[in-house]
């Protein structure tokens, strides 16, 4: 009786819910992920191609991990390199690398966006870029505090340290970016790190500054991955694969049905938009552990962008891609064939506007996009329909039917891309 009642609870309507009876017993769906992770291990095993491998056809910019005495060191540099500059009478300026979308390439052969080496001159003598060159002053002068202090801060409290200065966060963190590039390092290497995002939960030990995390006892929270990657060592895993999940919602459902335990996984998300915290844990989650990385997204043109960040990199991001893309991730759903395939209802899928089929058209011209066929087609079909679902859709057959039917039957049949 009491097994009736909690079928009843999870499926209302009594009925066996759509495609179950598909599912193969959980150990042959575990030999396929076995496989999977074999796989992946082998071909880890390979050199990664670097920037420095290929011979293109003009220089790139690329920045490298620094300890906090060389920051230091280049931050000195360069303002004896301006205060040459005035002395000498050429007056005051940063030599700024540009960032704009036309400075920025895709490299197929790296699957990843790098940044090309054009810079312009930000001068102070100068109404429209004054208070941009007065704001990198700052920065910089900030940085050198905290190289000197040897702490951390977030670029909220950056951001407080000047408000009358900065105005907007909008705005010390677009600096903040570009002095990491002109110093030749990744923020982290700065000092400055974002608040607490991203949770991870499942199949994965792990040492915080040295205490040691078991995110299988971590509840259905998780834990929030630390906004300083130096902290993260000693991974250990027995999981076979790394899930990521663009919604929250989705991923407290998995943590609280414990889907980790069913198929060894770990579970992690950045509840949106990635952070660079999360793009770094999941690199080196990734590298360190040799696991294949399957996402969860909603299948809407801003869950493939959300998964092609973690893939290929952002645009804003674009110098440091090396260190925060994670290759080869895998696309299992939702996918816009998956609609149909799975029988999604009409009042459970969206109607696209106009901005959504903008976004889906131009990413159907990005060339991370056209060197995946799979992702051209899908694309293509969601710009077609005009329709886009979240991951929530599929609670319209039972609270559990993600973790319970959907997941298990796409890795059964080893439907990602």
Known sequence: MADNKKRRRTNPTGEELPFKNKLKPDSMILQTLKDLAASCSSSSSTKTLTLQDLTLPFPCREVADLSLSSVESNIESLILKVAHSILSGHGFSFDVPSRSAANQLYVPELDRIVLKDKSSLRPFANMSSVRKVAITARILH????????????????LFYTDVKLFQD?????AVLDDVSCMLGCTRSSLNVVAAEKGVVVGRLIFSDNGDM???TKMGMGGKAIPP???????????ALFILLVEKDAAYMRLAEDRFYNRFPCIIVTAKGQPDVATRLFLKK?????KLPVLALVDSDPYGLKILSVYGCGSKNMSYDSANLTTPDIKWLGVRPSDLDKYKIPEQCRLPMTEQDIKTGKDLLEEDFVKKNPGWVEELTLMVKTKQKAEIQALS???????????LPLKLQQKDWL
């Open 213 to 215: 995390i078991d995110c």
């Open 285 to 289: 989650m990734k590298m360190e552990l």
């Open 396 to 406: 319209t057959f039972g609270f559990q039917y993600l973790s319970e039917v959907y």
């Open 169 to 173: 966060q909008i705005q010390s963190d």
């Open 142 to 157: 900030l940085i050198h505090q905290l190289c000197l202090k040897s702490i951390h801060v977030t670029k909220r409290d």
């Open 228 to 238: 300083n990657i130096d902290r993260v060592g000693d991974m250990q895993s027995d």
